[in-house]
């Protein structure tokens, strides 16, 4: 089972709400990853997981919030957005660093 | 200079045709290659997965690396509508950062 799985599909959420992106892999992968993606471009990394440990975070600003409960659950915290971080969030995972990652469908965000 | 350079196109193509896609990249310490297909609205899908030099087939879709020239290839023979996507190449030097190209989309005509 290669399946990496997001809720919700979808979110629109305010400027002023809180909410939290959740993602699931039960193919015992120790490498969890968020992503995100605007129309057009290649997935941009945000933050890195290995073995339920912050590994890398690349500067994301503070009002997106990782969480790893186990390892295989990731969560990322949502608060006061701006609309320009209106995208597809994406979760994936792998092995370990060395082996190819496996993306979800990914969470449509919209934040008016 | 960007460290993944991929054509965006768009590249059109008839049903049939063996499709070529091409990325080049300058960092000599990549050893680890993908390539990945996104249908609109998806997550990326994961075709090919190849370490260091070589060729990697798996039915219609061939994967080549060229180490030395710093260049990699995906190949799709009977190229089918149903292969329409962007198409995007990544690479790593193993420490969990994925590097990815533009994408170049796809689209094959019936």
């Known amino acids: 089972d290669t399946e990496v799985t997001q809720t919700p599909k979808h979110l629109v959420m305010g400027m002023t709400n809180k909410k939290s992106l959740k993602c699931e892999q039960h193919m015992g992968h120790r490498a969890m990853y968020w992503y995100k993606q605007k129309a057009k471009k290649p997935p941009e990394l945000m933050f890195v997981?290995?073995?339920?440990?912050?590994?890398i975070n690349e500067s994301v600003p503070s009002r997106f919030s990782p969480e790893c409960p186990n390892s295989s659950l990731l969560n990322l915290h949502l608060h006061a957005l701006q609309p320009e971080d209106s995208a597809l969030y994406l979760c994936?995972?792998?092995?370990?660093?060395?082996?190819?990652?496996?993306f979800g469908p990914g969470t449509r965000l919209t934040v008016l | 200079q960007k460290e993944v350079e991929q054509d965006p196109g768009p590249l059109s193509v008839p049903e049939g045709a063996i499709v070529s896609l091409n990325c080049t990249y300058s960092?000599?310490?990549?050893?680890?290659f993908m390539w990945y297909r996104q249908y609109s609205r998806k997550g990326p899908e994961l075709l090919m997965y190849?370490?260091?030099?070589g060729n990697k087939e798996d039915g219609r879709f061939t994967a080549q690396v060229d180490k030395s020239s710093k260049y990699i290839s995906l190949f799709i023979r009977d190229s089918q509508p149903s292969d329409s996507a962007t198409y995007l190449c990544?690479?790593?030097?193993?420490?969990?950062?994925?590097?990815f190209g533009a994408g170049t989309r796809l689209a094959v005509h019936p």
């Open positions: 190849t370490y260091s030099s």
């Open positions: 960092n000599s310490a990549f050893q680890y």
């Open positions: 990544a690479m790593s030097g193993g420490y969990n950062k994925l590097i």
């Open positions: 997981y290995s073995y339920e440990k912050l590994s």
């Open positions: 994936a995972s792998s092995q370990d660093q060395h082996n190819e990652q496996f």
